[in-house]
């Protein structure tokens, strides 16, 4: 085989930094194209080439060394000589290429074949499985979002816990996999969106940088396969104008409703197109930590599971990473939450030493609900002793045997409301047993409409409780209408019942609430039933402003059945305190 030579002297000083330059690279790029073509040698037809590809960099890497030295520099002059195939660097450069994109560019077919792309492509150390019981893994939600048919998805997860980067390594799958697809990023405000966009522009530039349409600035990015990406500003404006296939919703609990609301309507699936014959179902994720009771992500999560919504949930112990045998248990302020579990089944990347300073910086309330995802906080909570588990019943619970009945407590079905017209009226059914038990078994909430309307549907709900021994109603109902000239609590007094407007204080009704949910001797008088979802929201999310104050906000949605508990408890009459009980 004939060979030219060339002393590296004979070059132009420019010529000779720009050979070494060349020479330098070259060897960069094809050690990591060796690198990548060994990692393929279960693919038969590729070995061979592999193996060529070793010798042929042997041989330029002593050139390149020899070149350092001012030495001669062999080229060869024959690149499609039969005898050495290997050494023919533009067709093998070619061939490894091919190798590589194809797997770049290739849909993963199912949780094996895609756990092994984010491993390779982009390096992640993800756990395949939750560690406690009910949660799932970070991969879990990948999956999830990427394999098809798509369909909405509710993710709670910690700070830190991962959620960011694989909304971002969605994204990154979805450009790459499937064309004529739109995704957009919104974030609770745009600096979140950003995050996830920080993750996202490193990986196309390192990976398919040759493949996007313009420059990779800004936030907006179209792959020319015709799939775009792009971050949306946190506006009603912004939102009502897109139509895409994926909206990934990052921090929800910091959106507002309203944008949140106009956010439903905006994705479109694609069907089958030339190239791709899958249909690229149109979902809306919800991504975010729970932060407070009553607060929007809980609302997500609890419409979610009424609707059969995947909801994913993992905390700070699915992501720790493996506990090593020599740190003591014992002694460990993550203890009491681990258990042990983080020795036996973690297998993260969240160091434990970074778990143990963040627990050593907040309370524990923000703890529970931020890094466990056990419950939202109750700071500023009106009423943080209630507990769904523990006030919400199918049934009354049977009288303590300490409790002696009291022939003076007016037991039987009362009645609580609260007088509203473009504001809704509210009426609680409330059973109330001779021990002092209340037991709030329906609610009708209604706007709109008149008192001769919400007299007839009282009088039709309450046949299935009973008669009505009592009402308890807001004392501004005793005010006459200006074009009836009746006034609200004459409407039902003109239906039979016995009706009690007593004025009084705000504070004071609450705080017969917050006894009947727990007392100082921690006994419970007050439940309510499953189907009163609205006084349960209500319940966990009254709340006082963040600026302090002793008046809770009225915020419309949950003061008006708040309203309505305050005047059943006001106007009920003498209590049994007996035993503890009330």
């Not at 491993?119 to 756990?127: E, F, S, V």
């Not at 991969?139 to 991962?162: I, M, Q, S, T």
């Not at 995704?183 to 600096?191: A, P, T």
């Not at 919504?309 to 740190?327: G, H, N, Q, S």
Request: proline residues 5%; glycine residues 8%.
């Amino acid at each position: 085989m004939e060979k030219t030579q060339t002393k590296v002297a004979d070059l132009d000083p420019a010529d000779r930094d720009a050979r070494r330059t060349y020479d330098r690279e070259r060897k960069r790029r094809w050690r990591a194209a060796v690198k990548q073509a060994k990692t393929e040698a279960a693919m038969d037809t590729k070995a061979g080439a592999a193996d060529a590809v070793i010798d042929a960099n042997v041989k330029n890497e002593a050139n390149t060394a020899n070149a350092m030295k001012g030495e001669e520099i062999t080229e060869l002059a024959d690149p499609e000589a039969p005898e050495t195939p290997a050494v023919a660097e533009p067709e093998v450069a070619t061939r490894i290429s091919r190798v590589i994109d194809t797997d770049l560019f290739t849909p993963c077919v199912d949780a094996n074949s895609l756990y092994a792309w984010i491993t390779r492509h982009l390096g992640l150390k993800m756990p395949r499985t939750g560690v406690c019981p009910g949660h799932c893994s970070p991969f879990d939600y990948l999956a999830k979002a990427y394999l098809e048919p798509g369909a909405d998805l509710v993710v709670v997860a910690p700070r830190g816990g991962g959620k960011t980067r694989m909304a971002a390594a969605a994204t990154l799958l979805d450009l790459l996999h499937k064309p004529q697809t739109a995704v957009r990023i919104l974030g609770g405000s745009l600096e979140q969106s950003l995050r996830v966009w920080e993750h996202l522009l490193p990986d196309l530039e390192r990976l398919a940088k040759d493949h996007v349409k313009g420059k990779l600035t800004g936030t907006r990015v179209t792959m020319d396969t015709g799939a775009s990406a792009g971050v949306v500003t946190q506006s009603q404006r912004a939102v009502r104008g897109l139509r895409v296939q994926k909206l990934r919703c990052d921090e929800v609990e910091l959106f507002d409703p309203r944008v949140w609301e106009a956010a439903q309507l905006v994705t479109r699936s694609r069907g089958p197109i030339d190239g791709d014959a899958r249909t690229v179902r149109g979902a809306v994720e919800a991504i975010s930590t729970c932060h407070n009771v009553g607060g929007l992500m809980e609302r997500v999560i609890d419409r979610a599971h009424s609707e059969g919504t995947a909801v994913l949930r993992w905390c700070i112990l699915d992501v720790l990473e493996k506990c090593p045998e020599e740190r003591v248990c014992a002694t460990c302020p993550l203890h009491p939450e681990c258990q042990g579990i983080a020795k036996i089944k973690s297998d993260g990347f969240l160091r434990i030493d970074d778990a143990i300073r963040m627990k050593s910086r907040v309370s524990a309330d923000t703890w529970d609900a931020e890094m466990l995802c056990r419950r939202p906080k109750t700071k500023g909570c009106v009423f943080p002793t209630f507990d769904p588990l523990i006030h919400v019943r199918e049934a009354m619970p049977a009288d303590p045997q300490s409790a002696i009945p009291n022939p003076r407590s007016p037991a039987g079905l009362h009645l609580g409301v609260d007088f509203g017209f473009n504001a809704p009226f509210v009426c609680l059914f409330v059973l109330r047993d001779r021990a002092g038990h209340s037991f709030v078994v329906d609610e009708y909430v209604q706007p709109m409409q008149t008192m001769e309307h919400h007299v007839e549907a009282i009088r039709h709900r309450a046949r299935a409780y009973g008669l009505i021994k009592r009402v308890g109603c807001d004392p501004a109902g005793n005010a006459r209408n200006t074009q009836t000239a009746a006034s609200d609590v004459s409407w039902l007094r003109q239906a039979g019942w016995r009706v009690l407007s007593r004025s009084s204080r705000i504070t004071e009704g609450l705080e017969l609430i917050r006894l009947g949910l727990r007392s100082g001797t921690h006994a419970v008088t007050l439940h309510v039933h499953p189907r009163c979802a609205r006084l349960i929201a209500a319940l966990k999310g009254y709340r006082y402003p963040d600026g302090g104050g002793e008046l809770p906000i009225k915020d419309g949605v949950h003061d008006h059945l708040i309203d309505a508990l305050r005047y059943y408890y006001v106007n009920r009459g003498e209590g049994a305190e007996t035993g503890g009980w009330y």
